[in-house]
């Protein structure tokens, strides 16, 4: 059993077709890997035993039958609690929608089922995705398998932490000004962020419609690309997806694994260092350039000044999408309802069931956002920000005018302690430094892992940009590095049962 | 860039349908204030002559096709409400007496 929660998906799906494996017993492997461990972990909202236990008999019998099945059919996955998917509650991390049973599946989760992906359960999530440490979750907090005082970051530190635990071999994360890469950087696993539009967010519960977007997680870099391929494309629910062929990501992931970064020329941010950097994570980073190099790459230093403006630009947008996205909550047609006795009229009880069912990091959102587009604010911030948009996506237009990739540290430090940023929400944001601007920009970025930080041992995640619609790219150099530096999950968290 | 007050929060609180505490308006106007002080800096570099972006990826009217396609029915739309009543939703009242 210990060697089928190791194994690779792409290992793990070439013994379930060739009937090495059946798919139910890797996800009974699973299932009994995540009663072991995330009681300690925490990484899951709702486990769907008899489902999973389901549709992995659906693929066995595809495979016995000799019906042609997917690159990834019988392949356990982790589902991020934002994306609906019938049978299972829906709840965002939110009390406001706990016990919430949604009639529909996303997008994402329909492919995933088509694809022969076995769903184990949802994972937990800071709520409504706001955060960077899932310590905003109304279920209580996910704890970073590497060390369990500490958090797996934010907002998908449950699919990131299921990956790490070894609950599950591929995850899907969301991500709005990080959730998905930081969370990746902090548990030595693999995240990524597609252009926006390229994967459909009919499904995915808004918390920022101008910068949510889905993407895959895992352990390795070709696992990421073949779960890519699994979920992105063009779908006409969703008005803002991208009607353009999906990048050829698996085979860029399989090209880069020869190691040969000939002519691949890489742009190393300065932005992205200095103060508020921990010093492992910039020796990391610095390694991780060198090894690139290495490889045959071309290393050229790139200024993008606008990016020191990004944090701030990020948290007057989102709070002010999220601010009117969040107004469907009203307790009329789904989610909890407070205080209904018959005298009291539905604005009131509108805002006692918010009162009731929002954590505090989603009301100060939804007040940020309220004040930043009331009249008389409304250039100053909302306004402002837009244009610091404009200015971010001219940075990476010049930079990509130059170099191929982008890179970076993925986090400015390694994964913080439990508690240590929850009275303060500006350290908390400070968490998202150099993801957000590839959100406000719309183009896609990656974390892979670079190793530990020498200093407290720690993952350390390298950040690949890329332009839009452009992933094949990043996801060449992230292979090549990874196959050049090895798998950091190799030296596995310390947890029972794990080694 | 002007502090902001514990009525402002209250106000912002009213606007916002959150029925807020006493104890959260003080903890939320001292953040709220350090949190707008901190993102006003964008307000350095967002000159006149800059054009706004609402949306990465600019695309306009995006249409499909006009067909009748599946939807949900009544029964698994009231699903998930908090009160239905006769194939509705059921609401508390929405006006006051006097109208």
Same mark, same amino acid.
């Given at each position: 059993?210990?060697?089928?929660?190791?194994?690779?998906?792409?290992?793990?799906?070439?013994?379930?077709?060739?009937?090495?494996?059946?798919?139910?017993?890797?996800?009974?492997?699973? *299932? %009994? +890997? =995540?009663?072991?461990?995330? /009681?300690?972990?925490?990484?899951?909202?709702?486990?769907?035993? !008899?489902?999973? #236990?389901?549709?992995?008999?659906?693929?066995?019998?595809?495979?016995?039958?000799?019906?042609?099945?997917?690159?990834?059919?019988?392949?356990?996955?982790?589902?991020?609690?934002?994306?609906?998917?019938?049978?299972?509650?829906?709840?965002?991390?939110?009390?406001?929608?706990?016990?919430?049973?949604?009639?529909?599946?996303?997008?994402?989760?329909?492919?995933?089922?088509?694809?022969?992906?076995?769903?184990?359960?949802?994972?937990?999530?800071?709520?409504?995705?706001?955060?960077?440490?899932?310590?905003?979750?109304?279920?209580?907090?996910?704890?970073?398998?590497?060390? *369990? %005082? +500490? =958090?797996?970051?934010?907002? /998908?530190?449950?699919?990131?932490?299921?990956?790490?635990?070894? !609950?599950?071999? #591929?995850?899907?994360?969301?991500?709005?000004?990080?959730?998905?890469?930081?969370?990746?950087?902090?548990?030595?696993?693999?995240?990524?962020?597609?252009?926006?539009?390229?994967?459909?967010?009919?499904?995915?519960?808004?918390?920022?419609?101008?910068?949510?977007?889905?993407?895959?997680?895992?352990?390795?870099?070709?696992?990421?690309?073949?779960?890519?391929?699994?979920?992105?494309?063009?779908?006409?629910?969703?008005?803002?997806?991208?009607?353009?062929?999906?990048?050829?990501?698996?085979?860029?992931?399989?090209?880069?694994?020869?190691?040969?970064?000939?002519?691949?020329?890489?742009?190393?941010?300065?932005?992205?260092?200095?103060?508020?950097?921990?010093?492992?994570?910039?020796?990391?980073?610095?390694?991780?350039?060198?090894?690139?190099?290495?490889?045959?790459?071309?290393?050229?230093?790139?200024?993008?000044?606008?990016?020191?403006?990004?944090?701030?630009?990020?948290?007057?947008?989102?709070?002010?999408?999220?601010?009117?996205?969040?107004?469907?909550?009203?307790?009329?047609?789904?989610?909890?309802?407070?205080?209904?006795?018959?005298?009291?009229?539905?604005?009131?009880?509108?805002?006692?069931?918010?009162?009731?069912?929002?954590?505090?990091?989603?009301?100060?959102?939804?007040?940020?956002?309220?004040?930043?587009?009331?009249?008389?604010?409304?250039?100053?911030?909302?306004?402002?920000?837009?244009?610091?948009?404009?200015?971010?996506?001219?940075?990476?237009?010049?930079?990509?005018?130059?170099?191929?990739?982008?890179?970076?540290?993925?986090?400015?430090?390694?994964?913080?302690?439990?508690?240590?940023?929850?009275?303060?929400?500006?350290?908390?944001?400070?968490?998202?430094?150099?993801?957000?601007?590839?959100?406000?920009?719309?183009?896609?970025?990656?974390?892979?892992?670079?190793?530990?930080?020498?200093?407290?041992?720690?993952?350390?995640?390298?950040?690949?940009?890329?332009?839009?619609?452009?992933?094949?790219?990043?996801?060449?150099?992230?292979?090549?590095?990874?196959?050049?530096?090895?798998?950091?999950?190799?030296?596995?968290?310390?947890?029972?049962?794990?080694? | 860039?002007?502090?902001?007050?514990?009525?402002?929060?209250?106000?912002?609180?009213?606007?916002?349908?959150?029925?807020?505490?006493?104890?959260?308006?003080?903890?939320?106007?001292?953040?709220?204030?350090?949190?707008?002080?901190?993102?006003?800096?964008?307000?350095?570099?967002?000159?006149?002559?800059?054009?706004?972006?609402?949306?990465?990826?600019?695309?306009?009217?995006?249409?499909?096709?006009?067909?009748?396609?599946?939807?949900?029915?009544?029964?698994?739309?009231?699903?998930?409400?908090?009160?239905?009543?006769?194939?509705?939703?059921?609401?508390?009242?929405?006006?006051?007496?006097?109208?």
């Amino acid at each position: 059993m210990n060697e089928l929660i190791r194994s690779t998906a792409a290992e793990l799906a070439a013994k379930i077709a060739s009937r090495e494996v059946s798919a139910v017993e890797v996800a009974q492997a699973h *299932l %009994d +890997r =995540i009663g072991e461990v995330d /009681g300690a972990v925490h990484a899951f909202l709702h486990v769907d035993t !008899e489902g999973a #236990l389901r549709a992995a008999r659906a693929v066995d019998d595809d495979v016995a039958a000799g019906r042609a099945v997917g690159p990834l059919a019988g392949v356990p996955l982790a589902l991020k609690d934002v994306l609906t998917a019938r049978g299972m509650p829906t709840t965002c991390g939110s009390k406001l929608l706990e016990g919430w049973q949604p009639p529909y599946d996303a997008t994402v989760t329909r492919r995933l089922r088509e694809a022969g992906i076995v769903i184990l359960g949802k994972t937990n999530m800071d709520e409504f995705a706001m955060g960077s440490s899932t310590e905003n979750s109304a279920f209580g907090p996910t704890r970073n398998p590497w060390d *369990l %005082d +500490r =958090i797996p970051g934010g907002s /998908g530190g449950g699919s990131s932490a299921s990956l790490a635990a070894f !609950e599950a071999p #591929l995850a899907i994360g969301t991500d709005t000004g990080g959730s998905i890469r930081q969370p990746g950087a902090v548990t030595g696993t693999v995240g990524v962020k597609p252009t926006y539009g390229g994967v459909s967010r009919y499904g995915l519960v808004a918390f920022s419609s101008s910068l949510d977007q889905a993407g895959p997680c895992a352990r390795t870099v070709l696992d990421a690309a073949l779960l890519h391929e699994v979920i992105a494309g063009h779908d006409p629910l969703d008005s803002t997806s991208i009607d353009a062929p999906v990048p050829p990501v698996v085979a860029a992931a399989r090209e880069g694994a020869t190691g040969d970064l000939t002519g691949v020329r890489v742009g190393v941010v300065t932005q992205f260092s200095g103060d508020g950097y921990q010093p492992g994570v910039l020796r990391s980073f610095e390694a991780a350039v060198a090894q690139l190099k290495q490889l045959g790459a071309e290393i050229v230093e790139v200024s993008c000044p606008s990016f020191d403006y990004a944090l701030p630009a990020y948290y007057l947008i989102a709070p002010s999408e999220a601010s009117s996205n969040l107004a469907r909550f009203d307790s009329m047609r789904y989610g909890i309802r407070v205080g209904d006795d018959g005298t009291r009229s539905a604005e009131e009880v509108m805002s006692l069931t918010r009162e009731a069912g929002f954590g505090a990091e989603v009301k100060r959102r939804i007040m940020i956002g309220t004040y930043a587009l009331s009249s008389g604010y409304y250039d100053a911030y909302y306004g402002s920000a837009q244009k610091v948009r404009t200015l971010i996506t001219r940075d990476f237009e010049r930079a990509f005018g130059e170099v191929d990739v982008l890179v970076s540290p993925t986090t400015p430090t390694t994964a913080f302690r439990i508690g240590e940023r929850t009275d303060d929400p500006i350290a908390m944001y400070k968490a998202d430094l150099c993801t957000i601007p590839a959100n406000l920009a719309g183009t896609p970025a990656m974390s892979v892992p670079s190793g530990l930080s020498d200093e407290d041992g720690l993952p350390v995640g390298l950040q690949v940009m890329a332009p839009a619609l452009q992933e094949h790219r990043m996801y060449r150099v992230a292979a090549a590095y990874e196959a050049a530096r090895g798998q950091v999950i190799a030296d596995v968290p310390a947890l029972a049962g794990a080694r | 860039m002007p502090s902001i007050s514990r009525d402002e929060v209250a106000h912002l609180a009213r606007l916002a349908r959150l029925a807020v505490t006493d104890d959260e308006l003080d903890l939320f106007a001292g953040q709220l204030d350090v949190i707008l002080q901190s993102v006003a800096t964008v307000g350095d570099i967002a000159t006149a002559d800059i054009p706004p972006t609402s949306h990465a990826v600019p695309l306009t009217n995006v249409f499909r096709e006009d067909v009748v396609r599946p939807s949900l029915g009544q029964q698994q739309a009231l699903a998930g409400a908090p009160a239905a009543e006769d194939g509705r939703f059921r609401v508390p009242r929405i006006l006051g007496e006097q109208a």
